[in-house]
């Protein structure tokens, strides 16, 4: 079944403490991205990648990082988390050329105390 | 920069009620629109896209938008709407230079009444 896969879904830290949300999808879509939900925010935009080694800041990339080291997977690190990155987060991905709509993940709550 | 907005916050209908959600963008060049569905506790789903061509189209459950390029709108419509169309509704924009930006409103909340 054609799919993006995060781990884990439900996440609870502290601040300050790395952590890495998982994302892989099994399409051999060029494109990834990954978002954050926040009520009456909507979606906002972390980072995407077009491709292998390629990746590009999106609206709210401040306190991220991001890698693309395989075309399958785009794992979302946070350095020293914070509160203020409690949040939804969705990754995402779709092919390069033609159809441009995104295929979502199941998301991940992550909460920073 | 780009932006889209999405008129109505919160919107509450009865079963059967026709459903028309706002949603404008600012973009000066060549745009690909699209509509998510997302229902309660669920991820995304698409609803609908708009590439170029007919300016009207269709997508799963019965929606439809129209793509208004002089007013810069691509509104949802839905002629009936049923108790399980509760859910939120994302429009979003991606400019057809910025492949992998993709961009989106702040949501509508639809919450239909049985």
């Known amino acids: 079944e054609a799919q993006v896969t995060q781990n884990p879904r439900y996440l609870i830290t502290v601040t300050g403490k790395k952590l890495t949300v998982t994302c892989s999808q099994n399409?051999?879509?060029?494109?990834m991205s990954w978002y954050r939900q926040d009520p009456g925010l909507g979606l906002r935009q972390i980072y995407y990648?077009?491709?292998?080694?390629?990746?590009d800041k999106g609206d709210v990339p401040e306190g991220y990082k991001v890698s693309r080291k395989e075309k399958r997977n785009f794992p979302l690190i946070l350095e020293s988390p914070s509160p203020n990155q409690t949040s939804l987060y969705f990754c995402?991905?779709?092919?390069?050329?033609?159809?441009?709509?995104?295929?979502f993940g199941s998301g991940t709550r992550l909460t920073v105390v | 920069a780009q932006s889209v907005s999405q008129h109505n916050h919160h919107v509450i209908l009865s079963e059967a009620a026709s459903l028309e959600l706002g949603c404008n963008y600012s973009y000066g060049g060549t745009v690909n629109l699209f509509w998510y569905v997302q229902y309660p506790g669920q991820h995304l789903q698409l609803l609908l896209k708009y590439f170029s061509g007919d300016p009207l189209v269709k997508g799963i459950k019965g929606f439809e938008a129209e793509f208004i390029k002089s007013k810069f709108s691509f509104n949802l419509r839905k002629p009936s709407v049923q108790w399980s169309d509760t859910a939120e509704y994302f429009c979003?924009?991606?400019?057809?230079?910025?492949?992998?930006?993709?961009?989106f409103g702040q949501g509508t909340e639809l919450s239909v009444k049985p």
């Open positions: 990648s077009m491709n292998v080694e390629v990746t």
């Open positions: 979003a924009v991606n400019s057809y230079n910025q492949g992998g930006k993709l961009i």
């Open positions: 399409m051999n879509h060029e494109y």
């Open positions: 995402a991905s779709r092919t390069g050329v033609g159809n441009y709509g995104y295929t």
